[in-house]
């Protein structure tokens, strides 16, 4: 999992560089946390790497589709971000 220190530059990322609140940033945070208990998320991981992965993991399956696509998005946003 991520470092602590990761997470605060991602959060902070997630408000410069996307214009979220801070509620919202720290709910992308949340988001990728769960992703990444699910699947292994790098900047080389591309949108339909992720995708994939999720999609063979039993816990995302069986998530309602608007939790699916907030991890989706959120994953791509963390991706996005390491690849920067």
């Known amino acids: ?7 605060k ?3 902070n990322w997630l408000q410069t560089e996307h214009q979220l609140a801070r509620r919202s940033a720290r709910d992308v ?8 208990k699910m699947i292994k998320i790098t900047a080389k991981s591309s949108r339909e790497k992720i ?21 989706k998005r959120a994953a791509h ?5 390491l690849g920067r």
């Open 1 to 7: 999992m991520a470092s602590t220190t990761c997470m």
């Open 9 to 11: 530059d991602f959060h």
């Open 29 to 36: 945070v949340s988001r990728v946390r769960r992703g990444m």
């Open 51 to 71: 995708a994939f992965d999720l999609s063979q993991c039993d816990e995302f399956q069986k998530a309602s589709i608007f939790v699916k696509s907030q991890i």
């Open 77 to 81: 946003l963390y991706s996005d971000y």
